[in-house]
C-alpha cells in the first residue's frame, strides 16, 4: 500500500504547483525503487553500492539503528557498521513484504517487514553455514536530491516470536 504525497489525491483541490496524480505515481514508484536497491546493495556485499544509497555528506545527518544496537549518527559511523556486517555475513537475502511508502514534498517513508535469511562461513570448508532466518521491522526515512532518493535514517526493529520451548498462554507454566 502506498500513500501519495500530500495534496496530490483526488480529494485535494488542484493548488498551483502541486505534483499530479500521474507526478505522485512516479516518486512512490521512485521510493519504492531506491528501498530496493538499498537491499540488494546489502545483498550482493557491494559496500560502494551501499553507501551510494546514503544522503552524502553530513548537512543532514544520517542515523540508523540496527536490531539490538544503539543508534549510530554520522556517515562515517553508519557505513562503518555495514561494512562490519558484510565482513561477517557470508550469505544475506531480503524477502520484504508489507512495504509501505508515505510521501510529503521532498521526505518519504518506507515501512517494510524483512524477511532475512542469514548465515556464516561454515566450518572447516568453503560453504556457507547454517542458513538463520529472523525477521525485522522496518523504517526508511529517504530524501529527495539531484542524484535521486537517498536514505537519511534506516531503523530495524527485531519481531519478537514465540518460542517453541517457552511456555505459551495456553501452555502451563
Known amino acids: 500500500m502506498t500513500t501519495p504525497p500530500a495534496g496530490s489525491g483526488d480529494d485535494a483541490p488542484d493548488a498551483p504547483g502541486a505534483?499530479?496524480?500521474?507526478?505522485?505515481a512516479a516518486d512512490v514508484a521512485a521510493v519504492e525503487q531506491a528501498n530496493t536497491d538499498f537491499y540488494e546493495a546489502m545483498e550482493s556485499g557491494d559496500y560502494e553500492r551501499l553507501a551510494d544509497?546514503?544522503?552524502?555528506?553530513?548537512?543532514?545527518?544520517?542515523?540508523?539503528?540496527?536490531?539490538?544496537?544503539?543508534?549510530?549518527?554520522?556517515?562515517?559511523?553508519v557505513l562503518?557498521?555495514?561494512a562490519l556486517i558484510m565482513a561477517n555475513t557470508e550469505y544475506i537475502q531480503f524477502i520484504l513484504t508489507d512495504v509501505d511508502v508515505a510521501m510529503t514534498g521532498d521526505t518519504a517513508l518506507v515501512?517494510?517487514?524483512?524477511?532475512?535469511?542469514s548465515g556464516g562461513p561454515a566450518e572447516g570448508d568453503d560453504t556457507v553455514g547454517p542458513l538463520v532466518g529472523q525477521l525485522v521491522v522496518a523504517t526508511n526515512v529517504?530524501?529527495?536530491t539531484p542524484d535521486g532518493?537517498?536514505?537519511w535514517s534506516h531503523h530495524g526493529s527485531p519481531v519478537l516470536t514465540e518460542s517453541d520451548d517457552?511456555?505459551?498462554p495456553e501452555s502451563p507454566a
Request: aromatic share 10%; hydrophobic share 30%; proline share 10%.
Open 19 to 24: 505534483p499530479d496524480a500521474t507526478d505522485a
Open 53 to 77: 544509497r546514503w544522503l552524502p555528506g553530513e548537512d543532514l545527518t544520517v542515523s540508523c539503528v540496527h536490531p539490538g544496537w544503539p543508534v549510530l549518527r554520522g556517515r562515517g559511523d
Open 80 to 82: 562503518r557498521s555495514y
Open 111 to 117: 515501512n517494510c517487514t524483512e524477511n532475512i535469511l
Open 142 to 144: 529517504f530524501r529527495r
Open 149 to 151: 532518493w537517498k536514505l
Open 166 to 168: 517457552e511456555p505459551g
